[in-house]
C-alpha cells in the first residue's frame, strides 16, 4: 500500500501515489469501531496492481480534482464489512466516499464499486 489511513484523518493534496505492489491508498476506520477518513486533492493515483483506493470498516474518502486510473483492478472500491459487538453479531459498517467534480476515475480497466 503506497499510502494506508486507519482510524485517522489525513489529507494528500498534489502528490503522485503510483506502481504500488497492492492498493495505491487504503482507508479503514479504526479497529475499535471509530472512523478514518481520506481526501484526496489534486493528485494522481495510478498504475497499482490492485485498488487505486481501496475504502472499507467505517472509513470515508473525499476526492477532488484528482485522476484515478490504469489500476489493476478498481479504480475505487467500496467494501462494506461485518463487524461484531456485544449486542449485533453482524452489524454492517459501510464505507462513505464523496467525489467532487472535475474529478476522473477510469472505468474501462476499474470503477467505483460495492462487494
Given at each position: 500500500?503506497?499510502?494506508?489511513?486507519?482510524?485517522?484523518?489525513?489529507?494528500?493534496n498534489?502528490?503522485?501515489?503510483?506502481?504500488?505492489?497492492?492498493?495505491?491508498?487504503?482507508?479503514?476506520?479504526?479497529?475499535?469501531g471509530?472512523?478514518?477518513?481520506?481526501t484526496?486533492?489534486?493528485?494522481?493515483?495510478?498504475?497499482?496492481?490492485m485498488?487505486?483506493?481501496?475504502?472499507?470498516?467505517?472509513?470515508?474518502?473525499?476526492?477532488?480534482?484528482?485522476?484515478?486510473?490504469?489500476?489493476?483492478?478498481?479504480?475505487?472500491?467500496?467494501?462494506?464489512?461485518?463487524?461484531?459487538?456485544?449486542?449485533?453479531?453482524?452489524?454492517?459498517?459501510?464505507?462513505?466516499?464523496?467525489?467532487?467534480?472535475?474529478?476522473?476515475?477510469?472505468?474501462?480497466?476499474?470503477?467505483?464499486?460495492?462487494?
Amino acid at each position: 500500500v503506497g499510502v494506508g489511513v486507519e482510524g485517522a484523518q489525513v489529507t494528500i493534496n498534489k502528490c503522485t501515489i503510483h506502481d504500488c505492489e497492492r492498493h495505491g491508498i487504503a482507508v479503514f476506520g479504526s479497529l475499535e469501531g471509530g472512523s478514518g477518513g481520506c481526501t484526496v486533492s489534486s493528485s494522481s493515483v495510478s498504475s497499482n496492481k490492485m485498488n487505486g483506493i481501496l475504502v472499507r470498516d467505517g472509513g470515508s474518502l473525499t476526492v477532488r480534482e484528482s485522476s484515478i486510473t490504469g489500476n489493476g483492478e478498481y479504480g475505487m472500491e467500496l467494501q462494506v464489512d461485518r463487524r461484531s459487538d456485544l449486542f449485533s453479531p453482524y452489524s454492517a459498517v459501510a464505507a462513505v466516499v464523496v467525489l467532487s467534480e472535475r474529478s476522473i476515475c477510469d472505468f474501462s480497466t476499474g470503477n467505483l464499486c460495492n462487494r
